[in-house]
């Protein structure tokens, strides 16, 4: 912290009185260091036990706590509290002691209430409660727990509050975070689960370094699991069948010790917990690892294959029975017929002797294309020779005795291709001869495209996580989509923000094929593709040439070779934000599961591009922000170097005859460096109030023409200083606009200025005014060093320098341009900038809307402004006035003093409030200067406290300090005072309140008593 406390006890207060603000730390320091005899509180001593009971429980806690006391509740609190306040606790003086609400002013309305409640006997509890706050200068949304108590003083009353908190900020943010993590996951993967579900397959997800298991409904149905709740390890251990848990736990076990992305594949029976129904699962998955080689995530499927292991095991029973006797008994025939596998029945040898409807209609085949052929040489298998071996193979593995299971392609009629789980057996007799080999199996096609989309969506992810730039992600997204689906062409595409055009960045190409990247509008690709975008539907087409007409967008398909297309587009916040498109060059007929796929991909692809865009723009605001500060130290330290020269120059010549004309020429330059800082400090000033919404514009109907000149005339000592010629066309007739017209004068003057810092010696600067429809047209030219291209975007953008350079150093902080467009923007008009490039010089044009009514003649200044321009000289004359000035910068006070002591008045300085009180009571001044910040009693408080002193009714209060806003000149008013006045005040300032204040103490004087 930045407020050291210097731990002494007064030396006018008994040590024994004070037992109970002994200890705590810096906030216990400054409870003993303050001097509590003017507090509302009253001394130390005098506090009454149950406070002191409060306040020594407060101070020794480790956790956040304060107590709030009296009837202002008065806020006394520990150093772990004090982190709470932010930068308001970095000067605890400020704070400590002084009413809740002034401390807490932000979120009064919201605690309030709650106090109130507490002060009534209830006391209030509050879970992760969300205030924004302005702790830190800026609004900030927090989280806080709390718990308020009401405390009684002797008599039994409440008078105060005890609270017990703590800040969960950082833990609701990070829940917040994995919520919408969790729920962006579910979402981009919720067709896949379909799918899935469609095809009877479990799905399983097990995280193993988070004990997270994720299942979906089949494969909590497999399992005979609850449908809802969490999967537990104990749940699926007693799920397993006593006679497979202990064989199924130990490969899971030896998968998981082995080196290497272990492929898991077994067969076991199940028991529901919910019914007692018994099941055969065929389960698949891999072993995922995470860079350190440590297992992480164990995912696959499930499949139930029941209805398969009765059908062998109905085979197997009836198989002992002759061939004809099997061929009679209608029960087997039925049953074999009837199954809902892949069953085929063969010799010895391998000859196929019968195959049931399924395995024939698998492959679309007639009974007699494969009886009494050998198994390997039938039509599923012969579209290749490697598959037809590796069955015979099998065969004659099973007809040795041997049980063999193979998961192979087989073909279809027409050519195309599917798989099959397959189990090849023998059928033994009751003595041990073999009678039969038998090959039972199911078609796992749906769910191996399952398994392979998770393989490239994870793929996918895997790269997409490890880039740092948006061109990798888009390059890797598109290659892996690319070669999984087959296809010609895979481009992604950025949405402009008139949500017409869209940029392809990147597209993946196969060999031969030309790159679509560049810049479209969807115009082009005719009204179907353009409804689908916007309305975020997926464009879907197998044929262009069959779908599409020529004036439909057949015609820009041709042109970048395209016959079958998928275009997903995304959908953010009502607006098209990006779009992925599948091209293929020949027709094609899309599946379901292709599109989700491609959905999938586009979804997750934008969430990582714009993860990296973001951290990018945070970058690049981290980088702005520290040029800024580098440049306002700069723009601070240079006028600093000659106001210190010109007071050694003064010092070294005071004495010195002669040297009136050179101090003066020094007086002079000094007073143009300080007006160079308080430039800069207002120009701050501005865009905080513009950027928080606090600036009030004063609007009035007005000649832009007036208004112009001003800027002009505030504009032209730099113009000359910098050698240029100013050109200025101006329309004869009024132009009339209803404006703030010291803000667009402000506008007008930062362009002009901008001009001339950025323009060479001798430059030309060209000013021109018209009025084009209902707008007034103001533009600014220059033939300076211009703004390259890439930056025009960028000029307005807070704290940016265009042509930031050593010998051009000119000047700025880099908001300049930023203050101009929120001001006009303000107004309800436009800025724009334009240039040919760097050395061809700039352009500005300010657009305003104009006034339809005509302009009225302006009445002359009001009494009280006339008074307000000439009252300094006016207050001397008219007599010395008695002066009180307290500020704790004591540099700050003594020259104020010094100033008001040569016009002839008479003064008085203290520096902290208290002090100024005491002051006043006995000086009874006509006019007092308060400071707001000062130690022991700020400013606020001090003025309360004269108003309540009878003899100063009539004094004048004017509070001098560096907060300017309009919520700080209310809250001064609130406390008393007539006037508000910024640091540093400008002499016209001060005279003003000099002359209203002669005219308050005249007539007082003259009032009867």
Not at 203 to 208: I, T
Not at 348 to 361: F, K, Q
Not at 972 to 992: E, M, N
Request: glycine residues 8%; contains cysteine; proline residues 5%.
């Amino acid at each position: 912290m930045n407020d050291p406390m210097p731990d002494l006890l007064p030396s006018h207060l008994p040590p024994s009185n004070l037992a109970f603000a002994t200890g705590g730390g810096d906030m216990g320091a400054l409870l003993r260091a303050l001097d509590w005899s003017q507090h509302p509180l009253g001394p130390l001593e005098a506090w009454s036990q149950p406070l002191r009971t409060a306040v020594s429980l407060m101070l020794g806690a480790c956790q956040p706590m304060y107590v709030a006391w009296g009837p202002a509740l008065h806020l006394l609190y520990n150093d772990a509290y004090r982190v709470l306040l932010g930068a308001r606790g970095e000067q605890p003086r400020q704070t400590f002691g002084q009413p809740f609400v002034e401390v807490w002013a932000d979120v009064w309305e919201e605690v309030g209430p709650m106090l109130s409640a507490t002060l009534q006997g209830n006391p209030v509890h509050a879970q992760d409660r969300g205030f924004v706050v302005h702790r830190n200068g800026y609004p900030e949304q927090i989280y806080a727990t709390f718990s308020t108590i009401a405390l009684r003083d002797e008599a039994g009353q409440v008078a105060g509050i005890y609270c017990m908190c703590a800040e969960t900020t950082a833990q609701v943010l990070a829940g917040q975070e994995r919520d919408n993590a969790l729920h962006e996951l579910e979402t981009t993967n919720e067709k896949l689960r379909i799918a899935a579900d469609a095809g009877e397959f479990g799905l399983f997800d097990h995280s193993l370094n988070q004990c997270d298991i994720v299942w979906n409904a089949q494969a909590r149905t497999h399992f005979g699991v609850p449908p809802d709740g969490p999967v537990t390890h104990a749940l699926i251990d007693a799920a397993f069948h006593p006679d497979d848990r202990e064989r199924v736990v130990a490969r899971v076990a030896a998968l998981l010790a082995a080196p290497g992305d272990g492929h898991y594949r077994d067969e076991y029976r199940t028991v529901s917990a919910i019914d007692g129904r018994e099941r055969w699962i065929a389960a698949g998955g891999r072993l995922l690892r995470d860079a350190a080689g440590a297992p992480e995530r164990l995912v696959g499927t499930t499949l139930d294959i029941t209805s398969r292991k009765l059908f062998e095991a109905s085979v197997r029973a009836t198989a002992s029975e002759a061939v004809a006797a099997a061929e009679a008994n209608a029960k087997f025939r039925t049953f074999f017929e009837q199954g809902t596998h892949f069953g085929i029945l063969m010799t010895p040898d391998g000859a196929l002797i019968e195959a049931n409807h399924v395995a024939l209609g698998a492959g679309s085949y007639a009974r007699d294309d494969v009886l009494g052929r050998p198994f390997q040489a039938c039509n599923w298998w012969s579209g290749s020779p490697k598959v037809a071996a590796e069955i015979a193979a099998c065969v004659a593995l099973a007809a040795g005795g041997e049980r063999v299971r193979c998961e192979l392609p087989y073909f279809v009629a027409g050519g195309g291709e599917r798989f099959i789980d397959l189990v090849i057996a023998p059928v033994m007799g009751d003595d041990g001869v073999l009678l039969f080999v038998v090959a039972t199996g199911s078609d796992v096609t749906e769910r191996r495209q399952v398994e392979e989309r998770l393989r490239l969506l994870d793929a996918i992810g895997e790269a997409t996580r490890v880039a740092h730039d948006p061109k990798t992600i888009m390059g890797e997204a598109t290659r892996l989509l690319g070669q999984y689906l087959d296809v010609t062409r895979v481009a992604y595409a950025d949405v402009e923000p008139d949500n017409d055009r869209f940029t392809i960045r990147h597209d993946w190409v196969t060999p031969g094929a030309v790159s679509t990247v560049g810049v479209y509008s969807l115009d082009l690709f005719g009204s179907r593709a353009r409804a689908d975008m916007r309305e975020g539907r997926t464009l879907l087409i197998d044929d262009v040439e069959r779908e599409l007409t020529e004036q439909d967008g057949a015609v820009m398909f041709r042109q970048i070779d395209v016959r079958a297309i998928i275009c997903c587009p995304l959908v953010k916040g009502g607006k098209l934000a990006a779009m992925m498109a599948v091209h293929q060059r020949t027709p094609r007929v899309w599946t379901g599961d292709e599109v989700a796929l491609v959905e999938a991909v586009v979804e997750r692809c934008w969430a990582h591009i714009e993860r990296l865009r973001a951290s990018e723009a945070l970058r690049d605001a981290d980088r702005r922000k520290s040029e800024f500060l580098a440049t306002l130290a700069h723009e601070l330290r240079n006028p600093l170097a000659p106001i210190r020269n010109g007071l050694e120059l003064m010092r070294m010549g005071a004495d010195k005859p002669g040297n009136a004309l050179r101090l003066g020429g020094v007086r002079t330059m000094m007073e143009r460096q300080v007006g160079h800082m308080v430039h800069l400090i207002n120009d701050l000033l501005d865009i905080a109030r513009v950027s928080s919404g606090k600036l009030v514009l004063q609007m009035q109907p007005a000649d832009l023409r007036d208004v112009i000149a001003t800027a002009i005339e505030t504009s032209t000592p730099l113009i000359d200083a910098a050698g240029h010629g100013l050109t200025v066309d101006l329309p004869l007739v009024p132009v009339p606009v209803d404006v703030d017209p010291v803000r667009i004068s402000q506008v007008v003057s930062n362009l002009l200025s901008n001009a001339a810092k950025y323009t060479p010696y001798g430059g030309r600067i060209v000013l021109t005014a018209h009025t084009e429809g209902d707008e007034a047209v103001v533009t600014v030219r220059d033939n300076g060093v211009g703004i390259a291209p890439d930056m025009l975007a960028a000029v307005f953008e807070m704290f940016t320098q265009v042509a930031r350079s050593i010998e051009r150093a000119n000047g700025g902080l880099g908001i300049g341009l930023s203050l101009v467009q929120r001001l006009v923007e303000l107004h309800g008009g436009a800025v724009s900038a334009h240039s040919a490039g760097v050395g061809l010089g700039s352009s500005f044009a300010v657009r305003l809307p104009l006034m339809l009514a005509p302009l009225v003649a302006s009445p002359g200044l009001a009494p009280a402004t006339e008074a307000a321009r000439n009252g300094g000289q006016r207050g001397a004359q008219a007599g010395a006035l008695r002066v009180l000035v307290a500020d704790d910068n004591v540099d700050a006070a003594a020259t104020l003093a010094a100033l008001l002591e040569i016009a002839g008045h008479t003064v008085r300085v203290v520096h902290d409030g208290a002090a100024a009180v005491e002051e006043a009571a006995r000086f009874q001044p006509d006019l007092a200067f308060l400071d707001i910040g000062m130690p022991f009693m700020d400013g606020y408080e001090a003025a309360r406290r004269l108003r309540q002193l009878p003899a100063l009714e009539g004094v004048m209060l004017v509070a001098l300090t560096g907060w300017g806003t309009e919520e700080d000149r209310a809250r001064s008013r609130a406390a008393g005072f007539d006037r508000h006045l910024l640091k540093p005040a400008l002499p016209d300032d001060v005279d003003a309140v000099l002359a209203a204040a002669v005219v308050t103490a005249t007539a007082a004087a003259r009032t009867p008593a």
